[in-house]
């Protein structure tokens, strides 16, 4: 794939390897051994567009390829109406660069003991902002190595099309981010590799520990596509800088593994797949009667009661499918919300 634009598309994706673009869209919470199940659209932005669109359509190779290839746009070339329906229905308003540079800088500023680690912002008196890069090699503080820092857990929650993970254009502007100049965490992350690695294979070992490390959720079904396109592409921006050439079929089919378990859908308040919170009957009432207690009725008609979880605001107690993520150090999966304390 030597595609260098910011639009990434599908078309190119599947011709490259049609299983890279179905492991993609694969649901690591839904599937089973035997059966592939897709995140699903959970917007009705497409519905128009009929079967296969629908808000709970899986999104498929075929609803996105081919002469659908065009189907899934990032948010800065979506139509105005269209973003403001996404803004009415979801909240959905992206964060431009420069303000996920300020916040992601507040991280590293925490984690190194000092500023300015990888960039200085510049907020200039006419409103506009931007950021110096720091060229010089990353120095690690006393007691603490580049591993240390590649292997840092970070996450994005609600995370769009993961503008603080990864930064290859303003998700608001639409312009692209020079490689040079990219402020992502997983950026980040990736450069401090690039500074410390020289073969091919300790790279490759050290960028599936850094995409290992970070983690993001999002509702709609079109946004983690793009999350999880724009990792991966990531990827391969940053091998071939380093290398001068892309990466291996199977290196990339290893990063997108890792990255369908931790760019995940999920409802950010409940911690379950979006939607799947299902009403369970209503325990049968006992009565004073010395014949027989009451008869529940037609299990058709009788009135449901609601999931405890959602009526009791409790993120623990739903009967709805919890989304799962991996634990790569203890190789192991979990739910997110066991690692939530109340």
């Given at each position: 794939m030597t595609n260098t634009q910011v639009d990434i598309k599908e078309n190119e994706i599947f011709e490259h390897s049609p299983e890279l673009l179905n492991a993609l869209l694969k649901d690591q919470t839904l599937s089973s051994e035997n059966e592939q199940v897709n995140i699903f659209w959970a917007t009705d932005s497409y519905a128009d567009l009929g079967d296969g669109y629908q808000y709970g359509d899986q999104i498929t190779i075929e609803s996105i390829n081919g002469t659908n290839g065009n189907v899934i746009v990032r948010r800065a070339v979506k139509s105005r109406e269209q973003q403001n329906q996404r803004i009415r229905e979801r909240a959905e308003v992206f964060t431009p660069s420069w303000i996920c540079n300020k916040q992601n800088n507040l991280i590293d500023n925490a984690w190194f003991g000092r500023n300015g680690v990888f960039n200085s912002e510049v907020d200039n008196s006419d409103g506009t902002h931007s950021w110096i890069v720091n060229i010089a090699p990353i120095v690690f503080p006393e007691g603490k190595t580049w591993l240390d820092y590649v292997n840092e857990n970070r996450l994005e929650i609600t995370c769009g099309e993961a503008p603080?993970?990864?930064?290859?254009?303003?998700?608001?502007?639409?312009?692209?981010?020079?490689?040079?100049?990219?402020?992502?965490?997983?950026?980040?992350?990736?450069?401090?590799?690039?500074?410390?690695?020289?073969?091919?294979?300790?790279?490759?070992?050290?960028?599936?520990?850094?995409?290992?490390?970070?983690?993001?959720?999002?509702?709609?079904?079109?946004?983690?596509?793009?999350?999880?396109?724009?990792?991966?592409?990531?990827?391969?921006?940053?091998?071939?800088?380093?290398?001068?050439?892309?990466?291996?079929?199977?290196?990339?089919?290893?990063?997108?593994?890792?990255?369908?378990?931790?760019?995940?859908?999920?409802?950010?308040?409940?911690?379950?797949?979006?939607n799947s919170c299902i009403k369970i009957p209503k325990l049968k009432r006992e009565t004073s009667s010395l014949f027989s207690p009451e008869e529940i009725g037609d299990p058709e008609t009788q009135t449901l009661a609601d999931c405890p979880g959602c009526k009791n605001k409790d993120i623990h107690s739903h009967t709805c499918k919890y989304a799962k993520i991996r634990d790569w150090k203890d190789d192991k999966v979990l739910t997110f919300v066991s690692l939530i304390k109340e």
């Open positions: 603080y993970l990864v930064s290859r254009y303003d998700t608001v502007t639409g312009e692209p981010i020079p490689i040079e100049r990219r402020i992502g965490l997983l950026d980040r992350k990736l450069r401090v590799v690039g500074e410390n690695t020289e073969t091919s294979g300790d790279w490759l070992k050290a960028a599936q520990a850094a995409y290992m490390s970070v983690y993001g959720f999002e509702w709609q079904g079109d946004n983690l596509v793009l999350a999880r396109e724009a990792l991966l592409y990531t990827f391969i921006d940053y091998y071939r800088a380093k290398f001068g050439k892309d990466p291996q079929l199977k290196s990339l089919q290893h990063i997108v593994y890792i990255i369908s378990w931790n760019i995940w859908q999920m409802d950010g308040l409940k911690g379950v797949i979006p």
